[in-house]
Nanobody, 123 residues
Framework: QVQLAESGGGLVQAGDSLRLSCVAS????????LGWFRQPPGKEREFVAV????????YYADSVKGRFTISRDNAKSTMYLQMNSLKPEDTAVYYC????????????????WGQGTQVTVSS
């Protein structure tokens, strides 16, 4: 059973940067596609980004394209989300996910997910 733990969230001002990390409990992590989702207050969970096991394929939601960068270090069983030029609408709980069984844009298709980390962007 893979366990995922996010960290790096916090309160920042618009225009600032944050880097989220997601550490997996097992080395089998390296064979999974990984992703980030977020849930803004009062809204449904939404796709942010996904990265293949090798890092060779990456996709972003249009809302974060050009500002966020997803990456992974399989040697450290860790995935990252570098978030630049943050906006108040990026405020959300961010979840890391692993091992989709179906559409990688659908949170329910993932077998593993973390507890989430809060990101709050003030204007």
């Amino acid at each position: 059973q893979v366990q995922l733990a996010e960290s790096g969230g916090g309160l920042v001002q618009a225009g600032d940067s944050l880097r989220l990390s997601c550490v997996a409990s097992e080395r089998t992590f390296t064979s999974y596609p990984l992703g980030w989702f977020r849930q803004p207050p009062g809204k449904e969970r939404e796709f942010v980004a996904v990265i293949s096991w090798s890092g060779g394929s990456i996709y972003y939601a249009d809302s974060v394209k050009g500002r966020f960068t997803i990456s992974r270090d399989n040697a450290k069983s860790t995935m990252y989300l570098q978030m630049n030029s943050l906006k108040p609408e990026d405020t959300a709980v961010y979840y890391c996910v692993a091992d989709p069984d179906g559409s990688w844009r659908d949170f329910d298709s993932y077998h593993y997910w973390g507890q989430g980390t809060q990101v709050t962007v003030s204007s």
